[in-house]
C-alpha cells in the first residue's frame, strides 16, 4: 500500500507550434482550441492548477468531473506518465517526480482493454507473473484467487475474441492486480459498458478493492460511479479543485452550486434569484427560515440560488399547487416533471406500477419540500 501525496501541483501543455509544410491547417485548429481554453497563460493551456490532495494507504479515491477537467492529466501524473510543471508528488514521503513509470510499482487500467489477443484469459492475467519468473504453483493459486473474485473461473481458456465488453474489461483489471501494485489508477474502466454491466463491476471492483488492500484511484465522469465505489471524491471543473472529501458529505454538504449539480442524484433542483428577507427566502411564495449559520454567512445578500433534490419534494394533498408535464421511470425512481408557473422542477420518489398511472399530463398536484435539504448559493455560487 502507499500514501499518495500531491503538493501544489500544475500542469501547462505548450501551445501547438504551427510551422512545416505539412498539417499546418490540422495545427492551426488546434491551437485555435487550446487559446479557447478556460485557463492558458504565455507558456500554453493550464490543464491543472494549483492542485493539492492526500489520498491515504488503502483508500478508494475517485477523481470526478467533466470531460476536459484534468482527471486524466491527474492520473497521468500520479502514473508517472507525465511530469508536472510545478508541484511535487510524493509516494510516501518520498518525492516521485523524477521516478520513471516502471519504477513506482502502479498498475493502470484503461477504457481500452489491451488484451492479448492470441493468449488465452489465463494467459493475459498471469503473463505479469510469468515475466517475473513467479513458481507456477504460485500463479495458478493467484490467477484462480482474482478470477474466482470476477467471476471468470469458467473463462480461463477463452481468447479476448469470445468475451463480452464486460468480461474483457474484467480480465484487463485482473491482469493489473494480480502482480499486487501500491496502487492502482483506473482511467474511466467501464465507460464502453452498458449499465447492467457497470452496476455489476462496480460490486466486483469493491470486492477486490476490500480482497487486496490496495490504494485505487479511479478517474470518471459519471456521479453514479463516485458515490458507489468511493470512498474519498475529489471534484474537478478546469483543472481547479472543487471538493475533496468523504463521499457522503460531497453528497450531503456540497460546497459550491457546481458540486451540487455534478453530484445530483437524484437531480438537484436549482432555483435562481430567490428573495431574502432577513431571517428567511421565499420560495414559490411561501417562507422558510434561515438557520443561524446561514444568517451568519448571507452576510448582505438579497437574493440568493436555491437548490433541493428531487428527492426531497413530495407530492401529496396539500402544499403549493404545481402542474405535471411529463414522468420517466429511471432505474427504481420515478421521476415526475412539474411546473409552478414558469418554473421546471423534478419530483423523485420510489417506482411503483400503480404510480405510474396516477400522474397525468397537466394534472394539478401539491408539493411540499424538506425545510432541512434546501442548498443555498451566493451569487458566486459558493455554499451558503
Known amino acids: 500500500m502507499t500514501r499518495i501525496v500531491l503538493q501544489d501541483v500544475t500542469m501547462i501543455y505548450p501551445f501547438e507550434k504551427v510551422s512545416g509544410l ?20 504565455n507558456e500554453g493551456v493550464i490543464a491543472l492548477q494549483h492542485f493539492s490532495s492526500v489520498i491515504n494507504d488503502g483508500e478508494f479515491a475517485v477523481i470526478l468531473g467533466p470531460s476536459g477537467s484534468g482527471k486524466s492529466t491527474l492520473l497521468r501524473i500520479i502514473a508517472g506518465l507525465e511530469r508536472p510543471t510545478l508541484g511535487k508528488v ?5 518525492e516521485y517526480n523524477n521516478v520513471k513509470p516502471e519504477d513506482r510499482d502502479v498498475a493502470m487500467v484503461f477504457q481500452n482493454y489491451s488484451l492479448y489477443p492470441n493468449q488465452s484469459v489465463y494467459e493475459n492475467i498471469s503473463f505479469p507473473l510469468q515475466v517475473k519468473h513467479t513458481p507456477r504453483e504460485e500463479i495458478d493459486a493467484e490467477v484462480k ?15 479476448p475474441q469470445d468475451l463480452s465488453g464486460g468480461e474483457k474489461q474484467r480480465v484487463a483489471i485482473a491482469r493489473s492486480l494480480i502482480k499486487k501494485p501500491s496502487v492502482l489508477l483506473l482511467d474511466e474502466p467501464f465507460s464502453n459498458l452498458d449499465v447492467i454491466m457497470r452496476r455489476n463491476l462496480r460490486t466486483q471492483l469493491k470486492k477486490l478493492h476490500q480482497a487486496y488492500h490496495t490504494t485505487f484511484v479511479y478517474v470518471t465522469h459519471d456521479q453514479y460511479d463516485a458515490l458507489s465505489l468511493a470512498e474519498k471524491i475529489i471534484i474537478l ?18 460546497v459550491n ?18 428573495e431574502v428577507k432577513k431571517d428567511s427566502f421565499s ?21 440568493v440560488t436555491v ?78
Open 237 to 254: 471543473k478546469d483543472g481547479i479543485k472543487q471538493m475533496d472529501d468523504r463521499a457522503a458529505e460531497v453528497f450531503l454538504h456540497p
Open 307 to 384: 437548490g433541493i433534490r428531487g428527492s426531497n419534494i413530495h407530492a401529496g394533498k396539500e402544499g403549493i399547487e404545481a402542474v405535471v408535464d411529463y414522468t420517466e421511470v429511471i432505474e427504481a425512481d420515478l421521476i415526475i416533471h412539474a411546473k409552478i408557473d414558469d418554473q421546471r422542477f423534478v419530483i423523485a420518489e420510489k417506482y411503483k406500477e400503480d404510480k405510474e398511472t396516477r400522474y397525468l399530463q397537466g394534472q394539478k398536484i401539491y408539493v411540499t419540500f424538506d425545510e432541512d435539504c434546501f442548498h443555498l448559493f451566493d451569487e458566486n455560487g459558493d455554499r451558503i
Open 283 to 303: 420560495l414559490f411564495g411561501k417562507q422558510y427560515q434561515l438557520t443561524p449559520s446561514r444568517k451568519k454567512h448571507l452576510g448582505k445578500e438579497k437574493k
Open 22 to 41: 505539412f498539417d499546418r491547417k490540422q495545427k492551426k485548429l488546434i491551437l485555435e482550441q487550446q487559446k479557447n481554453m478556460p485557463y492558458t497563460s
Open 90 to 94: 510524493y509516494f510516501d514521503d518520498e
Open 145 to 159: 484467487k482474482i478470477c474466482e473474485l470476477l467471476g471468470l473461473s469458467r473463462k480461463l481458456e477463452s481468447l
Open 257 to 274: 452550486r457546481f458540486c451540487a449539480e455534478f453530484v445530483s442524484s437524484p437531480i438537484m433542483n436549482i432555483f435562481e434569484d430567490v
